[in-house]
């Protein structure tokens, strides 16, 4: 038996970053952006492209933008928590 239990998430996470790794550095973001937001978010805001540190992510409308933007230092941080590549910023536009 184990010295110490982990929680599984944990574990979940460090398999998430693995699986990103391998992936082509421009569409790592692109696929990590539904799990880093949740499913409410990802369904109504899709990561369209990632280039220079900046993943570009299109939303239904300026109310959706507002709530983003405001929280997308959170959603930078939880990037580059499981990314191989850093994520400068979110470029919400409204598409």
């Known amino acids: 038996m184990p010295d110490q239990m982990h929680p599984i998430s944990a574990g979940l996470d460090a398999l998430k970053a693995q699986l990103l790794a391998g992936l082509p550095p421009e569409e790592a973001p692109l696929v ?5 937001c949740g ?5 109504n805001a899709r990561a369209l492209a990632f280039a220079e540190g900046v ?3 299109t939303v239904p409308d300026d109310g ?3 709530e ?5 230092a959170t959603y ?3 990037l ?3 990314l191989p590549v850093k994520v ?7 598409g």
């Open 68 to 72: 983003l933007t405001g929280m997308a």
């Open 88 to 94: 400068r910023r979110i470029d919400f536009q409204k």
């Open 64 to 66: 959706w933008r507002r």
């Open 39 to 43: 499913q409410r978010v990802a369904e």
């Open 76 to 78: 930078v941080a939880k």
């Open 32 to 36: 990590a952006w539904p799990y880093v």
């Open 55 to 57: 993943l570009t992510v």
């Open 80 to 82: 580059n928590q499981v």
